[in-house]
């Protein structure tokens, strides 16, 4: 496969394709696109997509895209919004170099080619007044009426609309048309706006024009000028485009632009509507545009979301013609795959509970990693430890359910970098409220004062009450509560979008970090400072992202099962125990389709979080996975020869792309950064040297796996990520079974 400039495989879509046969065809040697936002509000999720798009076709094609402010509404338009709008580009790491354009720019020649269509007899003035032009119309079964000043002469119409210009008529007065058709059956061609009346002041032009030209004939006509050759909007355009067409040809305009449309980014429990975002904010439902819980770009970035992850994000979306809802696990999703490499871990307590170690005295300093799972990073910060620490309230249990793995009287817990203790006693205030846990401290080399320490029940995070600083934590949630928020999205807000933890405490190391920089609070979520609320001397951090759910696992798989028959329903009913009936009958349809007999409670659980999230109320029908390819995948993920995350992505191609399981495995390791086509190469020629033991694994002998990972480390002298190795392997392997 090719690679683009930044060595990446390129992804593939219709536009790619049009655009492929487009440069086969000579029709274009060069491509150039734009993206024209309207500067009437701020950048939401939404427009990522289409600059992610645009600006990633002219980077894998060698072409240009332009930055087109789409100017042409004096009304509503302002330079706070031009700015704000280039400022989240940059962020997004898009470079429009010189190619910065303002549809404003072209009133002149725009009006010079209305003339021009005038001049045709393709274009008249109405006086009709715009409330009375719209009644005329018509409707979708009945044809329009032609107004009464269709047939004025041209030397009429190019008299009046000078005089347009030059401000001789009141506002709304008259209008520019376009000589078409009014009983077309497309309403967007019966006679068309041109131009409107409007007294206005437009924030770059002045008080230049009174006259501003309508979108379908400003737009068409932009793309002209700047010479773009694909001019790709979203699908509500689709009837505009005959409009396009027409205006192009009535000009003569050779060659000329052509629209594609493909479906908007809509992304659940959330809106991507300038109008209802900027509702929002002016009846302050939430602080501002830059608010985090806002899906706007400002909003995802004080929130802390890295760019990468939205192109990431927008990238698995995907391009088609078909409109869906993303899941917004599919961005939390993205989101992580970023931070987990790159955010330090560090620990802070939301609710904290007063521990006291009876019989430690004194302080100590410990060494603590940043990147306690990443051995390649060495990296440590100074951790205050001492006879009194804070624990998160939520991990002691005066009396705790059956398998509760944290702290409870007379139980023992590893505190995260430090030591085991155990609690003896509980101290409690007039109310009854645990204030307090009394514990003893088990040093880390055991033989000091203690006998060897006792079994702990779970490892819990932990911070030092005096060394500790005070930090107010607000945690996130779904702004919406409904998964598409309609009209009546107001009465959708979720009030429990943000929960504040004013009596937080985070370890000291933080105050020598970078406001900028991005933290996992161990088991808590990824988390970064609040731009604009913090101050040295108060700190606000904010959560990014949950962390992703450590879900029990009650099944391990062991080896690849082959079902012996397929089960019936009833079967599958009852081994499947209530979370299966919990799911959506279109899932329960899936899964009895044949997915994981026998392990179907697993099977359910990563229909429910992997294949539901993606789909997100989308039927199952039509999705190209097979129920077999995903029981597959589940099984890969189980038995550990892939990580859950990679699992869920190869999912996701599955349901988007289709392919088999070995591709979406390929396409998912071909992130791990090696070259992936050698390694692939040296392990198929390992088990073309093996029949035999290939055969036996094929036949349930899977323990043989180790056998050849063996092998490959040995052929590639242990370069080889050994875990890619594994993933290789048994995907090569899982072939044929
Ligand atoms: P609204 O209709 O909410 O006012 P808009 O979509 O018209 O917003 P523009 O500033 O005109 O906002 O959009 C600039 C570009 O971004 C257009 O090409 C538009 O098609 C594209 N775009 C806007 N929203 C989305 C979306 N949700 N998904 C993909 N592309 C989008
Ligand atoms: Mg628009």
Known sequence: MASDSRGETPERDFLREIIDQDIASG???????????EPNGYLHIGHAKSITLNFGLARQYGGRCNLRFDDTNPETESIEF??????????????????????????????QWARVLIKKGKAYVDDSGEEAIRQS?????????????????????????????????????????????????????????????????????????????????????????????????????????????????????????RQYEFARLNLGHTITSKRKLRELVSQRHV??????????????????????????????????????????????????????????????????????????????????????RDIDKSEYRPLNFSRTLLINREDFRAEPEAGFRRLAPGESVRLRHACIIRCDDVVRDAQGTVVELLCTYFPKEPGSTQASPPKPRGVIHWVDEERSIPVEVRLYNQLFTTLEPG?????????????????????????????????????????????????????????????????????????????????????????????????????????????????????????????????????LDGVPMKADDFGRVVHHAEAGNITVDQGRQMIFILISDGGTVREAGLKVASESGEDLAGL?????????????????????????????????MRVTKGQAQPALVRNLLALELSEGM
């Open 287 to 372: 602080t501002g545009w830059d608010d985090p819980r806002m899906p706007t770009i400002a909003g995802l970035r004080r929130r802390g979301i890295p760019a990468p992850a939205i192109s990431h994000f927008c990238q698995l979306a995907g391009t088609t013609r078909v409109g869906t809802v993303s899941a917004p696990s599919l961005l939390d999703y993205s989101v992580r795959h970023q931070l987990n490499h790159t955010a330090r871990r560090v620990m802070c307590v939301l609710d904290p509970l007063k521990v006291t170690l009876t019989n430690y005295e004194g302080s100590e300093t410990i060494s603590a990693p940043y990147w306690p």
């Open 487 to 619: 009209e009546d999205y107001l009465e959708a807000l979720n009030p429990q979008s943000i929960i504040v933890k004013l009596g937080a405490r985070i370890e000291s190391s933080v105050c020598n970090d970078a406001p900028t920089v991005r933290y996992q609070f161990e088991r808590v979520g990824y988390f970064c400072q609040d731009r604009v609320d913090s101050s040295p001397d108060s700190l606000v951090f904010g959560r990014i992202v949950t962390l992703k759910d450590s879900r029990a696992r009650s099944k391990k798989f062991t080896k690849a099962k082959k079902p012996a028959r397929t089960p019936s329903v009833d079967d599958s009913r009852a081994e499947a125990g209530p979370s299966l009936q919990a799911l959506p009958s279109v899932a329960r349809a899936f899964v009895e389709r044949g997915a994981m007999p026998g392990e179907l409670e697993i099977a359910a659980q990563w229909m429910d979080e992997t294949v539901l999230a993606i789909l997100n109320g989308r039927e």
């Open 82 to 111: 031009v700015q704000a709008i280039q400022r989240d580009m940059r962020w997004l790491g898009v470079d429009w170099g010189d190619h910065l354009c303002f549809a404003s720019d072209y009133f002149e020649q725009l009006y």
């Open 137 to 257: 119309r018509g409707t979708v079964t009945r044809p329009g009426t032609e107004s009464p000043y269709r047939s004025r002469s041209v030397d009429e119409n190019l008299n009046l609309f000078a005089r347009m210009r030059k401000g001789a008529f009141g506002d709304g007065t008259r209008v520019l048309r376009a000589r078409i058709d009014m009983a077309h059956p497309n309403m967007k061609m019966r006679d068309p706006l041109m131009y409107r009346i409007r007294h206005t002041t437009h924030y770059r032009q002045g008080n230049a024009w009174c006259v501003y030209p309508f979108y379908d004939w400003a737009h068409g006509q932009s793309d002209a000028i700047e010479g773009v050759t694909h001019s790709i909007c979203t699908l509500e355009f689709t009837v505009n485009r005959p409009l396009y067409d027409w205006y192009l040809d009535s000009l003569g305009i050779n060659p000329r632009p």
């Open 27 to 37: 029709r274009h040697t060069a491509i150039v696109v734009r993206f024209p936002p």
């Open 680 to 712: 692939l190469s040296v392990v198929q020629a390992t088990l073309n040297l093996y029949p035999d033991k290939v055969e036996a694994y094929r036949r349930g002998k899977t323990g043989l796996l180790h056998f050849f990972v063996g092998q490959v």
